[in-house]
Nanobody, 127 residues
Framework: QVQLVESGGGSVQAGGSLRLSCAIS????????VGWFRQAPGKEREGVAY????????DYADSVKGRFIISRDNAKNTVSLQMNSLKPEDSAMYYC????????????????????WGQGTQVTVSS
């Protein structure tokens, strides 16, 4: 069974930083897509950052580009999201999700098979 566990959320002042981690088990980590998504109360879920685990291929939502960095550690089967210069509008529940099709497209932002999801970790930015 594929399992994703997020960690690293918390409360931070505007301008601060947080690092989220997603530990993935029961999953072929070698050549697939992992994404970070977020959802604030009353808003639709949005994709934040994506990474293709088999190469240095990443993509970001315009709202976080230049502030967030997604990275992977294939040996540890983890995907991290370094969030810098946080803004109150970044407050949301953050989820990581893994695509289901091994050897699928590297265009992770365009993938529609993110069917494995973690429980989420809350990020609250105040100022």
């Amino acid at each position: 069974q594929v399992q994703l566990v997020e960690s690293g959320g918390g409360s931070v002042q505007a301008g601060g930083s947080l690092r989220l981690s997603c530990a993935i088990s029961g999953y072929n980590f070698s050549r697939n897509c992992v994404g970070w998504f977020r959802q604030a109360p009353g808003k639709e879920r949005e994709g934040v950052a994506y990474i293709y685990t088999g190469a240095k291929s990443t993509d970001y939502a315009d709202s976080v580009k230049g502030r967030f960095i997604i990275s992977r550690d294939n040996a540890k089967n983890t995907v991290s999201l370094q969030m810098n210069s946080l803004k109150p509008e970044d407050s949301a529940m953050y989820y990581c999700a893994a695509a289901t099709v091994w050897w699928g497209s590297r265009d992770c932002l365009r993938r529609n098979d993110y069917n494995y999801w973690g429980q989420g970790t809350q990020v609250t930015v105040s100022s």
